[in-house]
């Protein structure tokens, strides 16, 4: 069969997989194809057990796969013959050098674009679909156009802003796509080549178009904002725990005020994910590389506030368990960084755990879906954490039960039975504010709640 376009994926990772699957999905007259250094991932990207866990993805998968979806490792044969390249690689936080701890490490990045000068023949369009800094355009662009083979690249901006857990639902309709381009006359037409696409299923009305830059860096803002209103409401819920006020109450509140919106305003132990941290620092370290201290400072404190809730949480176990969690067992239930994923990445309940590890607790962590995961993060403590997949069967004995992820499945427990098989007096820490908190209390746990006093259930 002959298809319209050849589009490429590199990284087969949590961005790259689910939005390249749906991509081929809704454009069956295009080829596509995902690529990935890791030979593990594609083999399993090829198989039904899926290197990721996203509600819907198999379905899609499914329907895409050996029709116009293809998994490959021969990345040089991928890129000689795509028309188009998603350039969809990891772009963590430096964790050395200049920037440490904040800037993006753009290793993966770099060496991409070598590769993908190295082995094409003819001119394509790369498209940034990673989160990068502002003006990596540039540097990409440099790359890629220094080359002596007569041959030309145009780098978009195409910046996903699919969430975990609901990505196939966000990437079938999205509120917005956003697309960067070069306002030259090259850079336009490449930018229609790519709204064109996405006009295969998403209204026009819905497709941004911008300069690369402000695509760029829309990205790290809406992160920012995003994460921003969590640690907002967070610190609210900290002033609740000490006044009779009830922060579920308060987002209630506010969120009826349609300048506010009620969407993202649910106390936690705190915010997680691959994105909100890693962006506003970078965020923070652009702001500061341009002298900007006022605006670093600004965002600084929504990751610090990020933190001290977490520290929060744990001090507040420790005072209510009478000053001492040493061979105490407590369990956390859920360790994914939010529910439908099994994603763990910065995710609160590392954390947590580690600062129970710390108190000398005895830790158990239960997950419908990422314990494989939370094995691997925490392997450096050993056997002093236990990993168990019955959520009854880890609370059997413990002091405490602490919910990490909101999991459906952690609202339906039998709490009665959890209650009977626990060490008295129990004790629940309801890190999510998803349990019947009054019920709980008539069963008998002590019971403890973000952003409310124990006196107020
Ligand atoms: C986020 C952005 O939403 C998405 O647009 C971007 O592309 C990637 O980063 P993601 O990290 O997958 O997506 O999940 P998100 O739903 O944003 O949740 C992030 C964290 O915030 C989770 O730990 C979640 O539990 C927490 N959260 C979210 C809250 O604590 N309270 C809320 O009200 C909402
Ligand atoms: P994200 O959440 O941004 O998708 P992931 O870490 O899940 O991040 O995915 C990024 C993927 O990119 C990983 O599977 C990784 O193996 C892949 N990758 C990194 N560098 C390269 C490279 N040079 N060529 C091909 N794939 C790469």
Redesign the pocket.
């Known amino acids: 069969m002959s298809f319209e376009k050849k589009i490429l994926c590199i990284g087969a990772g949590y961005v790259g997989g689910p939005t390249m699957t749906v991509i081929a999905d809704k454009c069956p007259q295009h080829k596509v194809t995902i690529v990935d250094i890791n030979e593990e991932k594609i083999a399993a990207w090829q198989t039904d057990d899926l290197p990721i866990y996203e509600p819907g993805l198999l379905d899609v998968v499914k329907r895409t796969r050996g029709k116009n979806l293809f998994f490959s490792t021969d990345i040089p044969k991928e890129i000689d013959e795509a028309d188009i390249i998603f350039v969809s690689v990891n772009t963590p936080t430096k964790t050395f050098g200049e920037g440490k701890g904040k800037a993006s490490d753009l290793q993966y990045l770099e060496k991409t674009a070598h590769a993908i000068v190295e082995a094409s023949n003819s001119s394509k369009i790369i498209i940034e679909k990673s989160t990068l800094p502002v003006r990596t355009a540039e540097a990409l662009e440099k790359i890629l156009n220094s080359n002596d083979k007569g041959i030309h690249f145009d780098v978009i901006s195409n910046p ?6 609901t990505a196939i639902h966000d990437l079938e309709n999205p509120d917005r796509v956003l697309i960067g381009s070069r306002e030259t006359e090259e850079g336009l037409k490449a930018r229609q080549t790519i709204v064109d696409i996405y006009k295969n299923w998403v209204s026009d009305e819905r497709i941004i178009r911008s300069n690369v830059w402000s695509s760029e860096l829309s990205k790290l803002v ?2 920012a904002f ?1 994460a921003q209103r ?1 640690s907002s409401i967070n610190s609210i819920s900290a002033l609740c725990e000490h006044t009779g006020a009830d922060v579920s109450e308060i987002s209630r509140a506010i969120g009826a005020d349609s300048r506010i919106g009620n969407k ?3 106390a ?1 132990i ?7 941290k890693k962006d506003i620092l970078n965020l923070v370290y652009i702001s500061e590389s341009l002298g900007l201290t006022e605006v670093a400072e600004y965002w600084e404190n929504v990751i610090k506030m990020n933190d001290y809730q977490e520290k929060r949480f744990v001090k507040r176990m420790l005072s209510t368990m009478f000053n001492t969690l040493a061979n105490k067992k407590i369990v956390l239930f859920g360790f994914a ?2 529910a439908n994923t099994g994603d763990t990445r910065e995710t609160p309940a590392y954390y947590v755990a580690k600062m129970l590890l710390e108190e000398h607790a005895n830790v158990y962590i239960t997950d419908p879906k990422a314990l494989k995961n939370a094995k691997i993060d925490l392997a450096e403590f050993g056997n002093r954490i236990k990993y168990v997949d019955d959520p009854y069967e880890a609370a059997k004995d413990a002091d405490a039960v602490a919910i990490m992820t909101e999991w459906d499945l952690y609202k339906e427990l039998d709490y009665k039975k959890i209650h009977d098989g626990m060490r008295k007096p129990a004790h629940i820490y309801d890190g999510r504010n998803i349990l019947d908190h009054s019920k709980l209390k008539e069963i008998g746990f002590d019971t403890h709640v973000i952003g409310k006093h124990s006196d107020n259930i």
């Open positions: 996903e802003f699919l969430a975990e857990g809406a992160n995003l969590i993202f305003l649910n936690s705190g915010f997680g994910g691959s994105c909100f960084f939010k």
